[in-house]
């Protein structure tokens, strides 16, 4: 069981937005950044926002992070078949004085 | 462009040590925080540990009896040995780099940790 809770699937037709809730705690997402992480099937994850908000270069801006609370939201826009992939947050836990990771999420585009 | 490399023996017997190397091409290793991160069949994604390149660390404490990450700035390479392994431990090793607050941007590839007699 994990200490972040993100929805074991979501699906949505291509075109369409989607977001990705991941929940947490005060010790973690409440006090510190969140990053994000897609893992195309076979492959290592892949960074698409970092501190929150941030995106690497070369990610495209249809992916977006913001934080509110304990709780923190990726958003993709325009969906693509390509897409399809499991989403991770991760952040630190400041009580366990460990990163922590949610479930992961499974994205189908429908 | 940085990359990283996952290296070491792909079955380690229960009981035994688990060790694993990460080699770090086209950069520099200092001043950076470097994790190890696993990743069991078909299951998400845990975190092991982390390294500074000045050989400050910090542990999963679900690991941390079991764990020590180490760094050699002179090859440019940081290592995790795992102890007292178990079936629990076979899983899908991967190395990376820190960027910002708490994210990490490079990846390696990921090396394969089976745990069986």
């Known amino acids: 069981q994990s200490v972040l809770t993100q929805p074991p699937s979501v699906s949505a037709a291509p075109g369409q937005k989607v977001t990705f809730s991941c929940s947490g705690s005060?010790?973690?997402?409440?006090?510190?950044?969140v990053s994000w992480y897609q893992q195309l099937p076979g492959t290592a994850p892949k960074l698409l926002i970092y501190?929150?908000?941030k995106r690497p270069s070369g990610i495209p801006d249809r992916f977006s992070g913001s934080k509110s609370g304990t709780s923190a939201t990726l958003g993709i826009t325009g969906l693509q078949t390509g897409d399809e992939a499991d989403y991770y947050c991760?952040?630190?836990?400041?009580?366990?004085?460990?990163?922590?990771f949610g479930g992961g999420t499974k994205l189908t585009v429908l | 462009q940085v990359q990283l490399q996952e290296s070491g023996p792909g079955l380690v017997k229960p009981s035994e040590t688990l060790s694993l190397t990460c080699s770090v091409s086209?950069?520099?290793?200092?001043?950076?925080?470097w994790s190890w991160i696993r990743q069991p069949p078909g299951k998400g994604l845990e975190w092991i540990g982390n390294?500074?390149?000045?050989?400050?660390?910090k542990y999963n404490p679900s690991l941390k009896s079991r764990v020590t990450i180490s760094v050699d700035t002179s090859k440019n390479q940081f290592s995790l040995k795992l102890s007292s392994v178990a079936a629990a431990d076979t899983a899908l090793y991967y190395c990376?780099?820190?960027?910002?607050?708490?994210?990490?941007?490079?990846w390696g590839q990921g090396t394969t940790v089976t745990v069986s007699s």
């Open positions: 501190d929150n908000d």
């Open positions: 005060s010790s973690n997402i409440g006090k510190n950044y």
């Open positions: 086209g950069g520099s290793i200092t001043n950076y925080y």
């Open positions: 990376a780099r820190h960027i910002g607050r708490w994210g990490f941007d490079v």
């Open positions: 390294t500074h390149s000045t050989g400050n660390t």
């Open positions: 991760v952040t630190w836990d400041s009580s366990l004085s460990a990163g922590v």
